[in-house]
């Protein structure tokens, strides 16, 4: 029983901190549609001004908090909702989804751009000295940082009780997110309701932020994000929607947590690996068991009927001249690119666009799952890790030749693809990112430590001797660059085949309809696996690639926060095509390298970008990249036709992405009516 | 709509549920919480015959519709086509069997060509699909599926949009789509929703004569969810009448409509 206080009240101050985060999340979701994957970093976000400015402007921690979280926060939250949320179709859960995460990378790196790369150790405690022991509960010290998380999360969770439950306000939230325009049409300013919810929740991260980071000895976005994710299992457990459960279920979390430390041996594997991983466990049998996640992001507008239907992922569809003039371009870039990159290329850049090519390879895996299986998975980097991690083992204790190895490695990511595909067979859209994400991060606490697999921090280094018959480590770089072009090269025609075969057509009904795909006849199980499968596999020979490269192995190469800025890049460069993967994978690896010739803050640049196109993911399903190849190339051709009018060319208009059936017959095809066919026409 | 006892009234004729029937259906039932959408349909269609399904909105149309294609889960009865239980069954398997339908709110695919919709359909209904066949770049369309889909398209007039992606046309237009791909794959039982909506009366009227056509000279049996009681008229064989998750009248299109319980239905006359 001693043991049990001794973990189990610890636990408590622990599990308010999930409860806290937890909260923000079912607010968010609650209020606004959205599910807030910025939340995180929103909460660090205002913690870092906020520290900023007691610490180096040397302001007053009230007004310091005044300006960090009573103003920023909010109006933080108020541009989100201006700028970008309101912009998206409720229905539209991919398009909040990518917004989310393009934010979660972005704000994080952001920071240190704007005001400068800041080291920021001993954050100031906001109500209660953490120094201080204050009582003394069952033999626990109940410090200054306990008292104040256990305390405002009572007082947050009692507040917004009162709002949502006992407001009108409370209740026009509701209806807003059940349908904004009937909201609107029962005279409701619907709008300025979810301006109000967004102010709101944004105000609790700026307060989570701030009151949480005296827990860790240094500011990092990580510990936020982490935190986050770690809540998310709470917020889903209580299935998005009740708030106080949220809070049971933070608090069972943290207790839960810190017994089981208590009560696993140390030095056992459980301890060290199970132990971290047990939030994005419970988020697995949440998203596995709880009823209300499965139609998590399904549309409930009553009001969705006068909808446009939803656009799809992004559309495939681009006019035969544009092709004509890509593949030209394509073909004289490529040749001049192995021509330089064989003869005049500086070794340095050699080895940038070498690893720019291994990128692409690994992106064609999100080409494969994302443009062509409509499914958004945030666990490629991951994927792509467990290839790598099985090819340089196997060389290292078998012997295995690495190319060998390599296509091990993809089986082994593509079993592990297939496995994640089975556990979320009935989750789409939000619930399927956040299985995907529950798995990065499991695979992130528990797998990539284990020192025999991964060799942990360190990495394991790639052993000379099962490289042959290449030399990869020649200083020229020539051999690995022709082993990368080899690989890409199949694993592109392997993505074009498939996209053009029947399986791409399929794959292309699923993402524009499940329900009329199946009732064809077509195997939407089968199907799910196979591109899971496929697209496993590629990330597998991508990681390989990778880590052949470096020459070295390390989990820090595919952790969960890469497996979203890859998400990003490509969504920002175009999921539908192949260029898009390879257009990414380079400018990737070429606009880091040339960040490294101006000072460091400016080096989080690269992941803002990219994170600033998947902005326009709502508006640009293609990505914003392909979107103006587009409409250059539909400017050239206008230019070189003389005039003719754009929207002529068939499938090339830019912004198409979504267009709507809907519209009626302003931009649609003239079709004569109806004649009198007949079956003998048929026949004939 | 809550707390109707099922199955008050049968219909479906003397024919109802007997084995020559291409479907039938015994007692179905669906509920959503505490709301009876079908509670206890029996309802019977012999090969080739056209047969009218109406009512008011609300009715339990299109949720009967949803659990004999499988889209929904019926919670208790039977359906039977061609002497094979339907029940559990997935519903790509039950379209594999020879079931085709359109949609009452439609359902393209954005990203494909009218031709791809078409295609897909032909290689879905053979079960069709090896990845090899793709990594062998043995996918292209044969000339045979080609004809297949100029016969249909024509059957619909569509086939000088046959390489325009769907996501440029208006809704009437992706009806005929719609329907067309329903038509490619020559289904036994074509399920249509309320095919009418969003096409002109001209349209409409082309619309009836491929469905009598097809009818004619294929054998195909086709269950209709129409609004547009005109061309309900013009194309069924036998109407039957659905209002509160329950069968109230069947017959001829006359019968029906000169029935009180059916009148009330839609009118709302007091008894």
């Known amino acids: 029983m001693e043991r049990f206080l001794d973990f189990g009240i610890p636990g408590i101050p622990y599990g308010c901190a999930y409860a806290l985060f937890a909260v923000g999340l079912v607010l968010t979701y609650q209020t606004t549609g959205v599910f807030n994957f910025a939340f995180g970093a929103q909460a660090f976000a205002s913690a870092f001004v906020f520290i900023v400015l007691v610490q180096n402007a040397g302001l007053p921690i009230w007004l310091s ?57 001993n954050p100031p405690t906001l109500f209660f000295n953490q120094s201080i022991v204050y009582f003394t509960l069952a033999g626990y010290p109940v410090n200054g940082h306990d008292l104040s998380v256990v305390v405002v999360t009572a007082v947050v969770l009692s507040a917004l009780l009162v709002v949502m439950r006992f407001t009108s306000l409370g209740v026009r939230m509701r209806a807003a997110v059940e349908s904004r325009r009937l909201v609107e049409l029962d005279g409701g300013n619907a709008g300025r309701v979810v301006s109000i919810a967004w102010a709101m929740s944004s105000l609790l991260a700026g307060l989570a932020g701030v009151l949480l ?103 495939a569809i681009r ?140 990495g394991v280094n790639l052993q000379q001797s099962w490289s042959a018959p290449f030399n990869f480590y020649e200083t020229s770089g020539h051999q690995f660059f022709i082993l990368a072009m080899v690989v890409l090269t199949l694993v592109v025609f392997m993505v074009v085949l498939v996209r053009r075969g029947t399986v791409g057509r399929y794959l292309g009904a699923i993402r524009g309809s499940e329900t009329a795909s199946a009732g064809l006849g077509i195997n939407l199980t089968w199907q799910r696996l196979l591109v899971f499968a496929l697209s496993g596999g590629v990330a597998g020979v991508g990681g390989t690639l990778l880590v052949i490269n470096t020459q070295n192995a390390n989990p820090n190469q595919f952790n969960y926060q890469l497996s979203l800025v890859f998400v ?78 754009l929207e002529d060319q068939p499938g090339g208009t830019p912004g198409s992405g979504g267009s709507a059936q809907a519209e009626g017959p302003s931009g649609s095809v003239a079709r004569p009516p109806l004649s009198q066919s007949t079956l003998g026409a048929e026949r004939g | ?50 047969l009218g399904l109406v009512g008011p909105n609300g009715a339990g149309k299109t949720t009967l519709f949803n659990c004999i294609s499988g889209q929904e889960r019926h919670d208790g009865g039977t359906i039977q086509f061609k002497g094979t239980s339907l029940d559990g069954l997935p519903t790509y398997k039950r379209a594999r069997l020879g079931i085709g339908r359109t949609y009452q709110r439609v359902e393209v695919f954005p990203d494909l060509t009218v031709e791809d919709h078409l295609i897909v359909a032909e290689r879905a209904r053979h079960g069709d699909g090896r990845l090899w066949k793709d990594l062998c770049a043995r996918s292209a369309p044969r000339p045979q599926e080609l004809d297949n889909v100029i016969q249909v398209l024509e059957l619909v007039d569509l086939v000088e949009l046959r390489h325009t992606p769907v996501s440029a046309l208006g809704l009437g237009m992706c009806r005929l789509v719609e329907l067309a791909r329903a038509l490619i794959r020559r289904p036994d039982l074509l399920m249509a929703d309320e095919p009418s909506s969003g096409l002109d009366v001209h349209e409409t009227r082309e619309l009836a004569n491929v469905l009598r056509t097809l009818q004619r000279e294929r054998g195909m049996a086709v269950l209709l969810v129409e609004h547009d009681l005109g061309m309900v008229s013009e194309v069924v064989d036998r109407t039957i009448v659905m209002d509160l998750g329950q069968v109230i009248a069947s017959g001829t299109f006359d019968e029906v409509m000169a029935n009180s319980d059916v009148r009330r239905a839609y009118l709302g006359v007091a008894t």
Request: aromatic residues 8%.
């Open chain 1, 568 to 645: 990003v890049i490509v969504i920002t460069t175009g999921v539908t095509t192949v260029e898009g993967a390879i257009q990414g994978g380079i400018g990737f690896v070429v606009i880091q390298q040339l960040l490294t010739y101006v000072p460091s803050r400016f080096q989080g640049l690269t992941v803002v970008l990219f994170a600033a196109g998947a902005l326009t993911y709502a508006r640009h399903p293609e990505g914003i990249v392909e979107f103006a190849k587009r409409k250059s190339t539909l400017l050239l051709q206008h230019h070189l036709s003389g005039g003719a009018r």
């Open chain 1, 213 to 315: 980071a005296p827990a860790y000895p240094e500011l990092q976005a990580q510990n936020f994000i982490t935190l986050m994710v770690a809540a998310i299992a709470a917020a889903a457990c209580a299935s998005l929607r009740s708030l106080p459960r949220a809070v049971v279920f933070g608090i069972l979390l943290g207790v839960v947590s810190l017994l089981l430390q208590g009560y696993i041996p140390t030095q056992t594997i459980f301890y060290s690996s199970a132990l971290p991983s047990i939030p994005f466990i419970v988020l697995v049998l949440a998203l596995l068991f709880v009823p209300g996640l499965r139609d998590l992001g399904v549309n409930k507008d009553p009001m969705s009927s006068v909808d446009t239907p939803m656009p799809p992922l992004a559309a």
């Open chain 1, 319 to 458: 006019s035969p001249q544009m092709n004509r003039i890509m593949r030209t371009l394509w073909l004289t870039i490529l040749a001049f690119f192995v021509i330089s990159m064989l003869t005049w290329i500086p070794a340095n850049w050699e080895n940038v666009f070498n690893s720019g090519l291994a990128f692409s390879t690994l992106f064609l895996s999100i080409t494969m799952i994302t443009g062509m299986g409509g499914q958004l998975s945030l666990a490629q980097g991951t994927l792509a890790g467990v290839g790598a991690f099985v090819a340089v083992q196997l060389g290292n204790h078998l012997g295995v030749n690495m190319v060998v190895g390599m296509l091990i490695g993809a089986g082994a990511a593509a079993t592990i693809a297939i496995v994640l595909a089975l556990l979320s067979l009935r989750l789409k859209g939000l619930g399927l990112a956040l299985m995907t994400l529950a798995a990065a991060l499991f695979f992130d606490s528990s797998v990539f430590p284990v020192h025999g697999f991964t060799g942990g921090q360190s």
């Open chain 2, 1 to 50: 709509m809550a707390g109707l006892q099922p199955g008050a009234v049968r219909a479906g004729g003397p024919d109802g549920g007997s084995n020559d029937s291409l479907l039938a259906t015994q007692g179905v039932r669906k509920s959503f919480g505490g709301v009876s959408a079908v509670a206890g349909v029996d309802l019977a269609i012999g090969r080739g015959e056209i």
């Open chain 1, 65 to 121: 908090f005044v300006i960090a979280v009573v103003i920023g926060a909010p109006l933080l939250g108020l541009i989100f909702d201006r700028f970008l949320f309101r912009r998206i179709p409720n229905t539209n859960t991919t398009a909040k989804v990518v917004t989310g995460i393009a934010l979660l990378v972005a704000i994080p790196t952001l920071l240190p751009v704007i005001f400068g790369n800041q080291t920021l150790y």
